[in-house]
């Protein structure tokens, strides 16, 4: 399974996954879930996959083989690129199951059975623009800062969404350091997401150049989970003092004047 986070910084994009595949009752902790896809126009793009490996690597190939000869100048580019890819993917599926009278449940096994996300991370015109394609439903443009996909994503989603209202002011360091540590938490809690947490930035050029990719270093992640986890006990130690204090806070407030506590209940008749 997979955990995928996507934010969009002050200075460009943060695109996190950990690495972690599962088949029947192995596990490997190797897959490269973050690519690097360069259009005609040299701009490049980043798609991160969730879900089933051999469709969603299908879906990833047919991407790169349809940005060599389209060029990214819009958002739609990417967008269309995701959805013609996702179309040949069902395709060479359907053709495996050459059954032309399937029934609801049998389309609907289908697609269980091959489910994969793509997350699509693009920068048009200097314009960060992050995207989720499913494999059978129709691509979703994100208008907010930040997404989460995979296994545990609410999880995740949860994480980010305190972090709101900073993004817009967020730099690209701050990006990469909250999204390994949101994936690792996730990593934590969840058993079928694990490996080495991969990380990949989308900044815009400069003079006319190209956007550019770089790939964070595994000796850098492993860095920066270091030092998150030395100061992990101060951290929960702050949590749970200011969470304490709120609910003293909610607690003297519910008071009423003849003292009736939150824990008071009425009967039911």
Not at 62 to 77: G, H, T
Request: aromatic content about 4%; hydrophobic content about 45%.
């Amino acid at each position: 399974m997979t955990i995928l986070v996507g934010i969009i910084c002050r200075e460009g994009i943060v695109v996190a996954s950990d690495s972690r595949t599962s088949e029947m009752h192995s596990m490997q902790d190797d897959a490269k879930k973050i690519h690097h896809i360069v259009f005609a126009n040299a701009e490049p793009a980043l798609v991160a996959e969730a879900g089933y490996a051999l469709p969603a690597g299908n879906s990833i190939e047919q991407i790169r083989k349809l940005a060599l000869s389209k060029p990214l100048k819009a958002i739609s580019d990417a967008e269309d690129a995701a959805k013609q890819a996702m179309y040949h993917t069902r395709d060479a599926i359907f053709a495996m199951y050459p059954n032309p009278a399937r029934g609801d449940d049998e389309m609907r096994r289908i697609y269980s059975d091959h489910s994969h996300d793509l997350v699509i991370a693009s920068l048009v015109g200097g314009v960060p623009n992050l995207g989720v394609m499913t494999f059978g439903q129709s691509f979703m443009a994100l208008k907010k800062p930040h997404v989460a996909v995979g296994k545990s994503s609410l999880v995740a989603d949860v994480l980010l969404r305190r972090f709101k209202d900073d993004f817009a002011e967020m730099s690209l360091s701050h990006a990469v350091v909250l999204a390994i540590s949101v994936v690792s938490d996730v990593i934590e809690i969840d058993r079928d997401c694990g490996g080495p947490v991969q990380v990949a930035c989308l900044t815009p050029g400069v003079l006319g150049l190209p956007s550019s990719v770089e790939f964070t270093s595994v000796e850098a992640v492993l860095t920066v989970l270091k030092e998150l986890r030395s100061r992990q006990d101060l951290v929960n130690k702050q949590w749970r003092d200011e969470t304490y204090s709120l609910i003293e806070a909610v607690v003297s407030q519910c008071l009423d004047s003849s003292g009736t506590t939150v824990t008071t209940t009425t009967s039911a008749d």
